[in-house]
Nanobody, 119 residues
Framework: QVQLVESGGGLVQPGGSLRLSCAQT????????MGWYRQAPGKQRELVAA???????NYADSVKGRFTISRDNAKNTVYLQMNSLKPEDTAVYYC?????????????WGQGTQVTVSS
């Protein structure tokens, strides 16, 4: 059984920063690929960033240079540091995990955390 517990969303002004966390609790199997997807109102869910067990990293073009994904293997936790936030980053952010998470999402999802960028 896999659970993904997210934290760190909230309201921030344009240009501000937030850090999302996702802790994976897994019984029986470790899922090495983790990532973040987001979904804005009226839009499809899209990949934001992903990291594999070998620390291969993918970013959406829209967040390159502003967002950084990282992981702490000892804590089975992945982080998303979001800097220079823009109003268009407003969305529900979902943690995702599986044997792969790109190009298609993995099997497991967190509950989602709201990120709102607004003045």
């Amino acid at each position: 059984q896999v659970q993904l517990v997210e934290s760190g969303g909230g309201l921030v002004q344009p240009g501000g920063s937030l850090r999302l966390s996702c802790a994976q609790t897994t019984v029986g199997v470790r899922l090495n690929a983790m990532g973040w997807y987001r979904q804005a109102p009226g839009k499809q869910r899209e990949l934001v960033a992903a990291i594999t067990g070998r620390s291969s990293i993918n970013y959406a073009d829209s967040v390159k240079g502003r967002f950084t994904i990282s992981r702490d293997n000892a804590k089975n936790t992945v982080y998303l540091q979001m800097n220079s936030l823009k109003p268009e980053d407003t969305a529900v952010y979902y943690c995702n995990a599986g044997f792969t998470v790109v190009p298609s999402p993995g099997r497991y999802w967190g509950q989602g955390t709201q990120v709102t960028v607004s003045s």
